[in-house]
């Protein structure tokens, strides 16, 4: 059969841990539920691990898992949490991309993901490189197997980023059709315009890289994950397939794959029900012999390209500008407040890539008199975020030390270790990504950069945290009493910070 179709998931949520706790606070917007996290597994995660699949009588006729039939990513992060807070939905998740080994011939359906979902082409180059490598390592550590492709954050994309992928073992990514330029057969010097999404999505394509390495990239069909995420394509499992299928040219004797991608909440959070559809399309069109399921990297293995592309840079699948949508007002928003705008965007970039730089040469010097390498140490940090336990703890510290440590330059190290860890975890996508400087999502990101200023508080001599926030203060909120960026950290980040106290 020639006829062959893979249905992408990226699942992922942002952090939400007080970084003083690092544990979720009661979210009584996800109520009956105590968070978003909790909520958003119930209707989704866990549920898609379990689905139903109903006969013509209204009864359930199976119960599948529609990760092992399908290709998914999920975010680190929630990984991180799941395995605490959702145990059994966790294991069903890592079991699903066993069995899909199996199922696709030894190719996984899990990819990675950068770590916390940082906009790569808007990062530095060192932070594009940990972010990538905990990626990798998270997933490792996690599914016990190196993955072959990794989601890149909103399909944000730029040709560093894809080497920086490649030179780590990494052999595709996903991108929508409007990030590809132009593409030619290979040995071919013609090249044909493919912009404004014209690119045909059947197949793999190849990118050749500055430093002689190459990427392979799947660019999905934009109209069918539109519809799904947005035209109710979800109310319907046959409706969903018979979409799927359409998209096969009649009478075509060339393998041809039909691939979509959508954020894998739509399974069920944000359309109730959408697990089932979605159980109910693959059953459909496998059990009729409509076409044969796969996933990208099983297609790779029997279809390496045959044609090379040019990418437009600093694009992404959610934003019309590229990646405006993170550091300008670029008109992108969730259209829920007109009238409102987001200048606040590049004031808050600019201080946080601010606050960044300015902690970087004191960290480069305090852990350059305990470490070999302190930016080698930081990429190998994610060895103590999986699991903080004191053997790994003793083990990483025994890799990189210059020297025999006593308990405080261990402590200091550890600090260190984790000023660069919140440092990342401030550019997390979503504090840009939605109306005002005052949603939940970048009051979170804030909190990152505060607990930044309080690590450095405690390491360093200098003192940011003014800096720091007289910048804050040019990004202004669209809601008059939060007034500005500085305000609202003073507001919502300071109450959150907890320190130990002596009792008496």
Known sequence: MNRFVCIHGHF????????????????????????WNERITAECYA???????????????????????????????????????????????????????????????????????????????????????????????RFGRKPEGLWL?????????????AQLGIGFAILSPGQAQRVRSMGSDAWQDVSDGRIDTGMAYRVSLPSGRVMNLFFYDGSISHALAF??????????????????????????LVHIATDGESYGHHHRGGDMALAHALHYIESNGLAQLINYGGYLAEHPPTHEVEIFENSSWSCAHGVERWRSDCGCNTGAHPGWNQAWR????????????????????????LLTDPWAARDDYIDIIVDRSPERVSAF????????????????????????????????????????ISGIETIQILQYAGMVLHLADQLYNEIFEPAFLERLEGARSNISEHGNGRIIYEIFVRPAMLGLTTMP
């Open 12 to 35: 992922y949520q942002p952090a939400r841990e007080n970084p003083w706790l690092e544990a979720i606070e009661i979210q009584n917007s996800a109520f009956p539920y105590h968070d």
């Open 397 to 436: 510290l025994g890799r990189h030390a210059a020297r025999p440590l006593g308990p405080e330059d261990e402590i200091t190290v550890l600090k260190l270790m984790e000023l660069q860890r919140h440092a990342m975890l401030m550019y997390t996508s979503c504090g840009w990504f939605f109306d005002d």
């Open 153 to 165: 954050p909103e399909s944000a994309v730029d040709i560093e980023t894809l080497d920086i992928m």
């Open 47 to 141: 549920a898609n691990a379990v689905s139903r699949i109903w006969n013509t009588e209204g009864k359930i006729a199976q119960l599948v898992s529609n990760y092992i039939n399908m290709s998914f990513d999920f975010g680190p992060t929630l990984l991180l949490w799941m395995q605490k807070y959702s145990i059994e939905a966790y294991e069903a998740i890592l079991e699903a991309d066993r069995l899909s080994v199996a199922r696709f011939s030894g190719h996984g359906s899990a990819l990675a993901q950068a770590y916390n979902h940082m906009i790569l082409p808007l990062a530095n180059s060192r932070d594009k490189k940990t972010q990538i490598i905990w990626g990798i390592k998270d997933f490792e550590y």
């Open 346 to 369: 590049a004031p808050l970039r600019a201080a946080l890539d601010w606050l960044r730089d300015a902690v970087n040469p004191a960290f480069e010097q305090i852990a350059g008199r």
């Open 231 to 256: 035209e109710g394509l979800l109310n319907s499992g046959e409706a969903f397939a018979k979409r799927i299928l359409s998209a096969f040219p009649d009478g075509g004797s060339s393998p041809r």
